[in-house]
């Protein structure tokens, strides 16, 4: 580890298409305090972790020199939200009209999976840990 460089995450910005479809999302599916917002950004809080969704075109300067890439560009990050009950958030997650990319599946490293994307293509998983006997 780098000398200084504490080893907690704070925040996770997440560049988002459209700000309004994504707070809408996020409060559908998260029950997730807002601590800030205003027209290009909303801070949600996620136990001691907070999640940015920012407006992508307020991202350049923040990553300059490099370029914000395209939504459209695929999964470049998957976010895990650990879980009791898999099966139950995903039949809560369709009831809300989100729909699953991949799962319930057992994988073998131990746990029970299933993915969902945000509206701006952002990958959340659930997962349980299963037994492996």
């Not at 029950?31 to 950004?41: C, K, L, N, P, Q």
């Not at 909303?42 to 920012?54: D, E």
């Not at 560009?73 to 139950?88: C, F, H, K, S, Y």
Request: proline share 6%.
């Amino acid at each position: 580890m780098v000398n200084g460089l504490p080893s907690e995450v704070e925040v996770i910005t997440l560049f988002v298409d459209e700000i309004a479809s994504s707070k809408a999302f996020y409060a559908r599916v998260f029950a997730s305090e807002t601590i800030w917002e205003d027209a290009v950004s909303s801070v949600l809080r996620f136990g001691g972790l907070l999640i940015n969704l920012l407006d992508v075109s307020q991202a350049p300067t923040l990553v300059e020199p490099l370029p914000v890439g395209p939504s459209s560009a695929g999964a470049r990050v998957l976010l895990t939200i650990r879980v009791v009950d898999v099966d139950q958030v995903c039949a809560a997650l369709r009831e809300i009209g989100v729909d699953l990319l991949n799962g319930p599946i057992n994988r073998p490293w131990g746990r029970r999976t299933a993915s969902f994307a945000d509206p701006s293509g952002h990958v959340w998983e659930i997962a349980q840990a299963i037994d492996q006997t």
